[in-house]
C-alpha cells in the first residue's frame, strides 16, 4: 500500500500521508481499520521512526486516522479530503514564471497541492523527472520548451491527468493546453510598432536557439521580410557589435542588461541611436531607463486560467493573449 520513491523531491513523509489518503478514498481501507505500526513502515523502507511519526500526527490532527494506546492506528474517518496534487514542470524559474506560479497557486486554493521541478531545457532531466513521477499527482503540467522526444515520455502519464504549457509541439497538440503562439505574437507585436519600427533601418534577434522557441524566430523573420528591413539572429549578444540605427530584441534578461550596458558604455541613447524590445513584461522593465519596450504574455492570466482548467477538468486548447507594451527604448 505504502511505496517510497526517494530523490524525488517530495518529502517522505508526504508520500506516507498520499498513500494513506488514497487508500481510504478508494475504498482499500475503511473506518475501523488497522494501519501498519510506525516500526513496520520505519523497517521495510528503512526510514527513521521520526519521519513515519510526522506522517500519523499530521492524519491524526486533521481527524483521519486516531491512535489506540497499546493497540496501534486506526482509520478514524472514511471523508477524507484529497487534495489536487499538482506535477508542475518549468523549463527554469524568472521573474515572469515566478508571477504564473503565484496566480497558479491562489487560484487553486488551500485544497491544492502543488510540486514544482525544473527540467532545465536537459531531455535526461526532463524524462528522469516524469518517469520517477508517474503516478503520484492527480495532474501533470509541463512546460516542454522546445526540448524534443518529449512525446514518447509524456505518453506514459493518463492522457487526461496532462496539460500542455507555454508552447504547444504538433505532437502534443492531443493534449489541454494553454500556449502561447510565439510567431504570430512576435509579427503582429511588431506590426503594431511598425510607425516606430521604420526610423531604424536594422533589426537584430538575440534568439538562443537551445531555449527560445522557434516560432518566435520566424514571426522575426516574416516581420523583417515583409519589410524589406535589414536583419540578424544571433544567438549571443556581443558588446562590440552594437551599431547606431539598429533595434535590438531580447527575449532574456541577461542580454537586455548587457545591451543597456553596453549603450551606456558607447554613449548610444536608447530610442535615439538604438531600439530596445525585451521579452516578458516585469515590474523592472516599467522603470528601468525610462521604461523598456516589451513584447509578453499576460502570466497572471495563464497561471489562473490554468488552474481553472484544472479545477472544472477543461480538455481544452486555449491561446493565451499576447500584447507589445510601447516605451521610451522604442
Not at 506522517?55 to 472514511?78: C, H, P, T, W
Not at 497557486?105 to 485544497?111: D, F, K, S
Not at 511598425?194 to 522557441?213: A, G, N, T, W
Not at 515583409?226 to 534578461?253: C, G, N, R, S
Request: proline share 2%; with cysteine; charged share 25%.
Amino acid at each position: 500500500m505504502i511505496q517510497i520513491k526517494k530523490n524525488t523531491g517530495i518529502p517522505i513523509y508526504k508520500q506516507i500521508i498520499h498513500a494513506i489518503e488514497a487508500a481510504i478514498a478508494q475504498g482499500v481501507l475503511k473506518k475501523g481499520d488497522q494501519l501498519l505500526s510506525i516500526n513496520n513502515i520505519k523497517s521495510t523502507h528503512k526510514l527513521s521512526r521520526d519521519t513515519v511519526l510526522m506522517a500519523y500526527n499530521d492524519l491524526k490532527n486533521r481527524g483521519i486516522i486516531q491512535s489506540v494506546v497499546g493497540k496501534g492506528y486506526f482509520v478514524a474517518s472514511e471523508h477524507v479530503n484529497i487534495q489536487q496534487k499538482v506535477f508542475l514542470l518549468f523549463d527554469e524559474l524568472n521573474t515572469f514564471k515566478e508571477d504564473l506560479y503565484n496566480a497558479f497557486l491562489n487560484r487553486l486554493g488551500q485544497q491544492a497541492e502543488v510540486d514544482i521541478f525544473f527540467h532545465h531545457f536537459n531531455e535526461k532531466i526532463f524524462s528522469k523527472l516524469i518517469n520517477d513521477h508517474a503516478g503520484d499527482y492527480n495532474h501533470y503540467v509541463i512546460m516542454p520548451a522546445n526540448l524534443e522526444n518529449t512525446t514518447e515520455i509524456i505518453e506514459t502519464l493518463p492522457k487526461d491527468q496532462v496539460y500542455i504549457l507555454d508552447q504547444l509541439h504538433d505532437e502534443l497538440s492531443n493534449y489541454p493546453a494553454i500556449y502561447q503562439d510565439f510567431e504570430n505574437d512576435i509579427f503582429n507585436s511588431l506590426t503594431k510598432a511598425e510607425h516606430l519600427i521604420k526610423k531604424y533601418s536594422r533589426m537584430v534577434l538575440v534568439f538562443d536557439f537551445k531555449k527560445q522557441p522557434e516560432g518566435m524566430r520566424k514571426g522575426f523573420v516574416k516581420f523583417c521580410e515583409k519589410q524589406k528591413m535589414a536583419y540578424e539572429v544571433t544567438p549571443h549578444f556581443q558588446a562590440e557589435t552594437l551599431e547606431k540605427d539598429t533595434i535590438y530584441i531580447t527575449p532574456d534578461d541577461r542580454s537586455l542588461l548587457s545591451l543597456i550596458k553596453s549603450s551606456k558604455s558607447q554613449n548610444l541613447k536608447l530610442s535615439k541611436d538604438i531600439g530596445l524590445i525585451s521579452y516578458n513584461e516585469t515590474l523592472l522593465k516599467e522603470v528601468v531607463e525610462g521604461g523598456i519596450t516589451t513584447i509578453s504574455t499576460d502570466f497572471n492570466f495563464m497561471g489562473n486560467r490554468l488552474a481553472e482548467m484544472i479545477l472544472n477538468k477543461e480538455q481544452i486548447k486555449l491561446k493565451n493573449p499576447n500584447n507589445i507594451i510601447i516605451r521610451n527604448s522604442l
